[in-house]
């Protein structure tokens, strides 16, 4: 088990809401990316927050943000909930640059839209 | 941008029988490559990693993989399968962000399913 935790672990949603899902990340991890899990598919990158500023940005639309705070958790913001957003989110934190691509990830948030 | 390809959806073995995992890259420059297994209700957990060196990269729990550079293939490899290791495999290759740091892309996955 990493020490990367998330919650909640499930929850449903209607389209049109607006949703937050946490995280924190293993102890002297500085850097956390956010990636979509839909079903049958591999993970695809949302974003990575470094020092509390968005590091890089994936192909998802502006109504997915995100949050980093001084203790490196993480929060990541959907608007305007659409069918398709249904997916597991899963929440992975890395050392700083060079070692960024080495990532714990937590267990998910399972994210139902109906 | 960086990609990897895992051409099964899933791979069928017998318990104790040697399994392979099949996963090909396209990349410029040198690859970095990854491998991650999901078990079901669980985040992916780093299994092993290429970077350079021996074309043989040993991992967590006797997984080995097979970097082959004429073939732009990176296969995950056991000699002897347990039905414990039945999980979503996942190959993933070093990506370039622009704010100077990594990401790890990741192909489809492939399900393994390690019969008794």
């Known amino acids: 088990e990493t020490g990367v935790t998330q919650s909640p672990t499930h929850l449903i949603k209607t389209r049109g809401q607006q949703v937050t899902l946490r995280c924190s990340s293993q102890?002297?991890?500085?850097?956390v990316s956010w990636y979509q899990q839909a079903l049958g598919q591999g993970p695809q990158f949302i974003f990575q927050?470094?020092?509390?500023?968005?590091?890089g940005r994936g192909n998802f639309p502006p109504r997915f943000s995100g949050l980093q705070f001084p203790n490196y958790s993480s929060e990541l913001n959907v608007n305007a909930l659409e069918l398709d957003d249904s997916a597991l989110y899963l929440c992975?934190?890395?050392?700083?640059?060079?070692?960024?691509?080495?990532?714990?990830f937590g267990p998910g948030t399972r994210l139902t839209v109906t | 941008a960086q990609s990897v390809a895992q051409p099964e959806d899933q791979v069928n073995v017998a318990e104790g029988n040697p399994l392979t995992v099949k996963c090909t890259y396209s990349?410029?420059?040198?690859?970095?490559l990854f491998w991650y297994v999901q078990y079901p209700n669980r985040g992916l957990q780093f299994l092993l990693k290429?970077?350079?060196?021996?074309?043989l990269v040993k991992g967590s729990y006797g997984f080995e993989a097979e970097f082959n550079k004429s073939q732009t293939s990176f296969h995950l490899k056991k000699p002897s399968a347990l039905v414990s290791d039945s999980a979503l495999y996942f190959c993933?290759?070093?990506?370039?962000?622009?704010?100077?740091?990594?990401?790890?892309?990741f192909g489809r996955g492939t399900s393994l399913i390690v019969h008794p």
């Open positions: 992975a934190s890395s050392l700083p640059s060079g070692r960024t691509d080495e990532q714990y």
């Open positions: 102890s002297g991890h500085n850097t």
């Open positions: 927050y470094y020092r509390e500023e968005e590091n």
């Open positions: 990349v410029s420059g040198n690859p970095y």
């Open positions: 290429y970077i350079t060196g021996d074309n």
């Open positions: 993933a290759v070093r990506d370039f962000l622009s704010g100077g740091s990594y990401i790890p892309t």
